[in-house]
């Protein structure tokens, strides 16, 4: 055992003494309290006279009194006497004989009822028999024989007169007494049964709290608490008397009624003094409550005071402005320029004292000349959000260290088995690889978006053709195509689908933003031949889209025309040019989004409303028209109904919505992001509104550069020179490892950058100190290691000092499925620049940012590029990324990336890379996850990606605007049951993973009907589902029920199918009916009866 080995036990054995010896003096503490609880109890018990009532009714009232001296009872004061404990135990045998009895009592009461119940029965059993009596007239016009013959048919077995022993009319006299007894007998049998059924849950039923304390009421709580605690003091005083009977009988002295008699006098007069203080109290509140409200009142005048004379200031102040601006002549208060000069002066003065210059020369159209120009903002209400503290993903060390926290530890372990996993689960993904030809005309394919979905897929190519692809099939089949009928190229830049996919929106080059409708608008065959689309096999043809608005830039449709804003001097802002969309969160009856939003190049958004736009030629029905900027509408060209959200000139290049239905979120090429609420108060004076949070992000890192005056100190090595005095290998390996130890003791972290030299087989890292970095600098540790064994080959320090270096580039932002997640693609050069042997080469920076909290997150991952690659990514659209949904069991997202055409796919999760492109004419290669054959799948620098989430697979879409193809590229899952449910389990158990919504969630289980109608299927779920809720409510049916039930729900199911299909095929067939003609077959509706009669029906026909 070494030495460090026994100080750790010396130091565990001193910890559990110590432990020990606390417990130990818990437990006498605890002693002497219960001791001390004890002698409260018996002073308590000394003070009333409990039992004598239950001594009174146990022996009588002349024995009570013996047995009550016997107990020793004293002016108050009262004990058990030792030798006569039974007498406790006669009180309670004397209570359970009286529960009995009285118990006995009741269970006589119910058997007699009973018994007259079944008279009762009986009785009403004879009235039923006795009806034949008076019969005999049915059969007057039959004969003799035949009347004898029906009167034995009719007659019961059991005569009426031998137990009645009456005539008729006895016999009619007794009928109708019974008849009007009847009602009577059985009220009062159902009443003496409701009494019997309540006291017997009173009687039976556990008591489940429903007199606890959230039975009652605010008010109620001070008097629940004190008779409570009147209760318990009284429970106590009983146990207190029937456990602690050895107690002896404590008798006072006349002393001691004394000194008693003399606190009674004293506690009246402290009582008398209290009943005073109150008085007098109460009235110094009353006083103070009337000066309070007389001070109230004088500070509302002063204050009222106050805002008049600054009313009249203001008022004197904007008319003598108004006197110079107009040379006297004035404004009337229903001229536009007057409300903007009062909204304008208000705003000046509230933003001097917020110190909000930077909205003075962005919003104040009056001020200045140039609407256009660009002005100086200022950053003091931007939260700047940085993503220094991360680690790149490949940097971070997952071994853990004895020396480390045990969360950090087990939070490495966690990460290194997700890691693995993740790669064996990738491992077993199979691809299969189809290409689908486009035409030439289309010059390529420029953008693409999937519907919500992704179920469609809709395209636009370079030449400015729109087409939509059904994914469903395989393979994908067009079902929509709108050639560019104009030989001028006009690329389409931007598509967004709405939320039910009913409409989409596309953005043009040449500034013109169209509104679409999936609605058909029929086959043009003239225009399909151009994109070269024919019939599939069963003879189809994609439709044309229906347009529903067409703003063009070069009509300055996208300028105020009319309105609030209009008169704003906001329709002189130049010309602006529409870059992305986005539709609004709008709510309505059948969940058509007609409201969307458009991003501008001058920095503004526009919320539009088609509501009033018609739609095949029938305007809509406008159902809410309420809005919150203006009480009079502003408009842009085409009529169109618009709002405004406007903070900087910034051309924004990404419009979200938090879960598509909160917030809007927007980002410009600055790396400014705003967050908006369309609430009235963030609306400003002028009528658009203001962003409710803003937030930029750092596009720049930290980075450290050695002191070029600090050569650094050598605290090991082993390569000794040979001028050294040279050591022997034991002396080297002990240094070694006492230098590891003095570096597991400093606990040095991830390092901030680590390369390695191949030419030597070495790792070199450099790890920076904990805490932030003085320009001055601070000393950094440098280690070297061999490669392959991991030993530790030299460790020195130096001086190191901090700098920001900006990124090249801003290359793009894209955010997740349900837009709660933002990544960022910054593009960074080597540093130091001009070095031959830079500490970091160029990368690629990937962060992730957090919408929901604003803060970046792990993973960071960083590609490192060479120098080539850097300068084409640097001059070029060479970078383009997709975000899939989260994937399979590992729940998490992937990022399908093409890097100047080098394609892999990164986990949102570990950072891990799991899927990449490989050469099988180069052998060995050590690839971890999904290879893809380079030859098969070929991706250039202009190659986008779009991910379709499908049952059980993902469908990858690739295309470029220079190739005229579409490559499929279907990922399936080949895991087995048991890898898969491993890998969720290891998935789960991550204590830093993010949990995903199921339905957002790839299943790699299809939901299959199996051999049954669909239809029949969900009637089925229904019909079993209500089966169930009758039971719970009236019991379980027999065995011979659930087979009727079963055959008859079978037997309805495919009756209403089938009566519906024919309905149809009649409907169609029908010559000269109308298209439009809904109504419905009849249904075959059956109700079932429930296990109790009168109590539930069910309507098989849901």
Known sequence: MSYNQLEETRKKLELDILRRSAEREKMQLKKVDEMRRREELLEKLNKTKYLSNELKQTYGSDMHKEVDNQYNYDHGKSSLQTSRPH????????????????????????????????????????????????????????????????????????????????????????????????????????????????????????????????????????????????????????????????????????????????????????????????????????????????????????????????????????????????????????????????????????????????????????????????????????????????????????????????????????????????????????????????????????????????????????????????????????????????????????????????????????????VWSMTSGGVDKNNLKSLDVRPDDQGFLPSQLTQLLLLDMNNN???????????????????????????????????????????????????????????????????????????????????????????????????????????????????????????????????????????????????????????????????????????????????????????????????????????????????????????????FHLTTRHYSTDLLSAYWTRIYKAQKVSCSRFISCQSNHDETLMVFFLLFAAYPLNSSDPDKGPHLSIVLLDLLKMKTKDPKIEVMLRESTYEACLNGDNVWAELSKPFGSTSTEYLFFNLNGMFSAYSLMTGSKVMQTTDPRVPDVDIRGCAVNSTLFQVSPSTQFSSAMLPKKILLLSYGANSLSINTVQLTDTNTDEERLAMWHTVQSWMDRDVTVPDHRLSNQPYTCGDQHPEAYCRSIILELMDKVIQDHDGLYSQEEQEEYKRIDGDNRYKAIKSKQDYMDNKLLRPGSPYNDMTRPPSHISTRPSATPGRCTRIDDV
Not at 694 to 721: C, H, M, Q
């Open 87 to 514: 007498v406790l135990r006669d009180v309670l045998s004397s209570r359970h004989k009286d529960f009995y009895h009285t118990q006995k009592n009741h269970m006589e009461e119910m058997r007699q009822l009973n018994a007259q119940r079944n008279l009762l029965m009986e009785e009403r059993d004879l009235l039923k028999k006795r009806k034949y009596i008076m019969a005999g007239d049915r059969y007057s016009s039959l004969s003799e024989a035949d009347r004898s013959a029906r009167s034995r048919q009719d007659m019961p077995s059991r005569s009426f007169s031998a137990r009645s022993g009456s005539h008729p009319e006895d016999i009619d006299s007794f009928i109708n007494k019974r008849k009007d007894a009847m009602p009577k007998e059985i009220a009062n049998y159902w009443s003496l049964r409701d009494q019997y059924e309540k006291r017997h849950k009173r009687i039976h039923k556990s008591y489940q709290g429903e007199l606890g304390p959230q039975s009652y009421r605010a008010w109620q709580m001070q008097d629940y608490h004190m008779v409570r605690g009147l209760v318990e003091d009284e429970v106590d005083k009983v146990l207190d008397i029937f456990f602690n009977a050895d107690h002896p009988v404590i008798s006072k002295s006349n002393v001691e009624l004394a000194i008693e008699s003399d606190d009674k006098e004293v506690k009246h007069g402290r009582d008398s003094l209290s009943e005073k203080r109150a008085a007098i109290l109460v009235s110094e509140e009353i006083i103070l409550q009337v000066t309070r409200d007389i001070v109230k009142n004088v500070a509302q005048e002063i204050c009222d005071i106050k805002l008049l004379a600054a009313y009249l200031t203001d008022t004197n102040l904007m008319r003598l402005v108004e006197d110079v601006t107009t040379e006297g002549e004035g404004r009337t208060e229903d001229d536009d320029e007057y409300d903007l000069v009062t909204k304008a002066y208000y705003k000046l003065q509230r933003d001097r004292q917020q110190h909000r210059a930077h909205l003075w020369g962005h919003t104040q159209p009056l001020m200045r000349e140039d609407l256009n120009a660009q002005v100086s903002q200022d950053e003091s209400d931007v939260q700047l959000i940085s993503f220094t503290g991360l680690t790149a993903a490949h940097v971070k060390s997952l071994e853990p260290t004895s020396t480390e926290d045990s969360q950090i530890s087990l939070r490495k372990i966690h990460l290194k088995r997700i890691k693995e996993k993740e790669l064996q689960y990738w491992e077993k993904i199979s691809t299969n690889m189809k290409t689908i030809s486009i035409s030439r005309k289309t010059q390529g394919i420029q953008t693409s978006s999937l519907s919500g979905d992704h179920t469609y897929w809709a395209i636009g190519t370079v030449h400015g053709d729109i087409m939509v692809y059904d994914l469903t099939f395989v393979p994908i089949r067009p079902i929509r195509a709108l050639p560019n009928t104009v030989h001028v190229d006009d690329p389409v830049m931007d598509i967004k689908w709405s939320l039910d996919a009913s409409r989409l929106i596309t953005v043009n080059q040449s500034g013109s933003l169209i």
């Open 557 to 779: 449709d996208f300028n105020f025309q009319a309105g609030p804003l209009y008169n704003s001097q906001l329709k002189e802002r130049g010309v602006v040019i529409p870059i992305v969309s986005h539709f609004f969160p709008s709510l309505t009856f059948l969940g058509t989004q007609y409201e969307f939003c458009c991003g501008l190049s001058n920095g503004d958004v526009l919320k539009c409303d088609t509501e009033l736009v018609p739609d095949n030629g029938t305007p809509a029905i406008k159902v809410y028209n309420k809005k919150i900027a203006q009480d009079s509408a502003s408009f842009i060209g085409q009529s169109v109904e618009v709002e405004l959200f406007r903070d900087r000139k910034n051309p924004i290049i990404h419009i979200g919505f938090l879960h598509h239905m909160s917030d809007m979120i927007t980002v410009d090429y600055s790396g400014y992001i705003n967050i908006w609420k369309y609430s009235r108060d963030e609306l400003s004076e002028y009528g658009w509104f203001q962003p409710h949070q803003k937030y930029r992000l750092a596009l720049s890192e930290v980075v450290y550069y050695p002191d070029e005056n600090d050569k650094g100190t050598i605290i090991f090595t082993d390569n000794i020179p040979k001028d050294k005095v040279s050591k022997t290998r034991q002396e080297l390996a002990k240094e070694r490892s006492e230098v590891q130890a003095k570096l597991d003791k400093m606990e040095l972290g991830e390092p901030w950058v680590s390369k390695y030299i191949s030419s030597q087989d070495v790792k070199n890292d450099v790890y920076p100190p904990a805490g932030v970095v003085p320009e001055t600098g601070i000393p």
